[in-house]
């Protein structure tokens, strides 16, 4: 084992100049020692640990060193408190080291070359790099290039508009609800799905996370679709793999495509990276070139033209010139070559027109395109104003013209158009690479979406006033030789165009490809969602081998439906889910004023948050309902999947505070009116006792308060420990978990907890008064009956019992008492058959009749039949008595057998008065065993004395003892006793704290004592039987007539109940005089005898029940 030297460090007056003034001769201190070879060995592995860095801590970097003894003076009055509150100093320092850097970028390229660099780097990205041109690659792509000109064509100008402006202000007011999310403090890495579940919580952020995953999934589909559209049909399209359906060249070789790009990723995410700024050049340089055509076109109309016969589009990519004579165009129609064939006829009747694609700008063509042009599928684009010569339809000459390939509609065209507007979230899922986030994801995220959505309103317009509207309705372009319509007003080539948004759309998939799989593995590495665990493994740089092999599986599935129209409104459903619920999560935080609410960004409002909550949900259901109702079942699914079976996650979430300011507000209101009899349900009070082991005794007083709840209501288990919180307030935290662990296993819902009072009695009356909080306080209180209270010496259990009883009474509360309680049945049990008997003696405001009742509706006495029993005396009507009671059910909606028992006026009998004699003659000798502390001492005291004075003797006399205590005891013998009774109040004080004593052993002890008195009692109850009537006339005879009560019922009530299931009884209530409370206890035990399972219940003093609906 090493040995260490402590040397005493002195304290220097002038810090700055200690090192210096010291040199090689003055001390060092380990700590700082100890703190530089820590630092050495952070800086040679840096990434240690990283996967696990937990975000619960209330310091950003809870694993830094601390100093456990503060050097100086200047503090010395804090310097206790050092471990759990810091110096403003160090604090600060944590906070100036704290890094954050962006999960699977930085980290997956310094793994794959194999070159670390420091442990501590400074973001160096701006707004312009890090937040604007990323949200702008990812909004413009695939829809803007292959179908923006088919939605301004068949929506027109106006409705375009309309669309484009629905989207745009949508993702504008998510881009502020964003903002002011994310300027709310550090957001590391993880973006919106970050965002999302540490503002609405584990439930809605896993749901969330998960639809933002498959959107981004999905979106990958679309972008490698949107390839391999452009690949198939503009770059080489006579190259077919599948000759009957455009459809199966779609799937083949989007699966190679997919394949390939899953390839690339896996290989290096740095190629990745390295090739984003090449697909961002290729989508501006495309947007320029279109600019600059429109404005070429409006000098000068391009050289593209449209041939149409009368009024039909053709297809213009089998023949070259617009005209019956050329020959490519006349096979077309006709049979053969010469001019006596046999022609369509529509083609005979009808002539050739050629119009420019894009005449420049030119109101006829704005006027043209200013409205919609819906159609059913398969319907041939005509132009309007061009008339044509009716004929008869020939099928096997449609596919020469241009038609829809699907009925169209203003709905169809939002769910296809909205994923051009995604891609918000770019900035913010890289807040960890900027210099600053909180200023930078505002600013960037909003520019970019104010631009890109300039770009679109300005596309529609100049597409609108351009380009012809047949053209424009041509979603393929196959009327200007199978060019992508935007393409015919780029300069100065149409090829810009085609190879701009090939590369776009090719840097977008693997954008996607990349994004996605990151994002699942902070799902599972989050650990809300059990059964996704294993995809937060990967290799051993952290690159997510198991997500993207999940990803490029759920992404397959999108390539096989080989439509992108298909595709693109299911990507608008997960996005819409994923925006609505940033917007509530804006919204929700705003309206609770949360203190830790301050977002920088400002310029936000709930009312904008909501608006765009509203807007995201009209545009689900308008985009596709079925679409919208599948994702939102999805979500609801994931979400009670969560509930269920999730990870415990305490994030500080909004629910929560939403819950919290629900739950004052409805406590507030209960509060304003008195409840009414129709809302009284019982809201339990449990008192549990606990053992030596700070254990449950009576575990099966929790399940019989599950099965009278069923779940439902308010439910407080509580227990109480003897002593001070100082002392015991650990065992008190025990206690209370393990009051948790127990209703969880009992399936108990509700709350815990355990006082630490000075005595039992003053912690039931603390529970009985406070418990509860306003309106949600208990109406009853359910406790077991304390089985043992004959044998013990102590007369606690009864006084304690007896005054809850009393205090219950007086706080108008419901007492149930149950007896042998550890026989009642478990939850998991299930009762065939058999009765729950209620004897109605008294009327307490129904909370008999209402208890069986609430029973019946769990399934452990589910099949158990209700018995009402009520006693009828001599002067009673019994037959009437029946009928009303079965009246009064009947209108109380209880079924019930009714059965009147009549109990007949009788004399008292021998029994009940030797009951009497023998409850009477126990009161009197626990009160002499019950002596007081004073009478205790004085007694042993002058047995000391007596044995002092004749120590041999075996009998002593004395007069101030009775006649039990005449026992002699050795002298030595009874000092030891004297001096252990009359010890001082501190020491027994020292011993309630913890301070142990030896143990005293001597001759005489209290168990003997006690022996005596037991043998004594029995010589005089033996005695007593041989003369007992003379002294039944000394006994009180309201104790022989209570009794005689107690006696007859539970005559009765054993022969009608002895095999019922469960017996409820009306519980007496004990004397107002306490002298009479020793025998309270004994009317009760005569009233239970014989019966097996005993609820005593005690009313309120108001009514729970009524016949009114």
Known sequence: ??????????????????????????????????????????????????????????????????????EGKNMALFEEEMDSTPMVSSFLNKLANYTNLTQGVREHEEAEDGVRRAAVMVPHMGTFIGVYLPCMQNILGVILFLRLTWIVGTAGILGSFAIVSMCCICTLLTAISMSAIATNGVVPAGGSYYMISRSLGPEFGGAVGLCLYLGTTFAGSLYILGTIEILLLYIIPPEKVVKETTANDMRIYGTCCLLLMALVVFVGVKYVNKLALVFLSCVVLSIMATYAGAIKTAIKPSNFSVCLLGNRTLKNEMFEKCTKTDVELWNLFCDSPYLNATCDEYFALNNLTEIQATPGVLGEVINDNLWGNYGPDNMVIERKNLSSVPAEANNDKLKNYVFNDWATYFTLLVGIYFPSVTGIMAGSNRSGDLRDAQRSIPIGTILAILTTSFIYISFVVLFGACIEGVVLRDKFGFSVKTKPVISILAWPSPWVIVIGSFFSCCGAGLQSLTGAPRLLQAIARDGIIPFLQVFGHGKANGEPTWALLLTVGICEIGILIASLDHVAPILSMFFLMCYLFVNLACAVQTLLCTPNWRPRFKFYHWTLSFLGMSLCLSLMFISSWIYALVVIVIAGCIYKYIEYKGAVKEWGDGIRGLSLNAARYALIRLEEAPLHTKNWRPQLLVLCKLNSDLEVTHPRLLSFATQLKAGKGLTIVCSVLEGTYMTRGDEAKKGEQNLKAAMAAEKTKGFSHVVVSSSLRDGFSILIQSAGLGGMKHNAVLMAWPTGWKQDRDSSVRRNFIETVRETTSAHQALLVAKNIDHFPANQERLKEGTVDVWWIVHDGGLLMLLPFLLSQHKVWRKCKMRIFTVAQMDDNSIQMKKDLQMFLYQLRLNAVVEVVEMHDSDISAFTYEKTLVMEQRSQMLKQMQLSRTEREREIQSITDVSRASIKRKKCSSADAPPLYSQCIPEDEAQLIHDRNTASHSAANDKAAGATSDRVHMTWTKDKLQNERNKHKENMAVKDMFNMKPEWENLNHSNVRRMHTAVKLNEVVVKKSCNSELVLLNMPGPPKNKKGDDNYMEFLEVLMEGLDRVLLVRGGGREVITIYS
């Open 1 to 70: 084992m090493p040995t260490f030297t402590v040397v005493p460090v002195e304290d220097v007056e002038d810090g700055s100049n200690s090192g210096a003034a010291a040199g090689g001769n003055r001390p060092i201190s380990l700590g700082k020692i100890f703190s530089e070879e820590q630092e050495a060995d952070n800086s040679e592995d840096p990434f240690s640990g990283d996967d696990n860095r937990r975000e619960s801590s209330a310091f950003i970097n809870p694993d830094m060193d601390t100093e456990t003894y503060y």
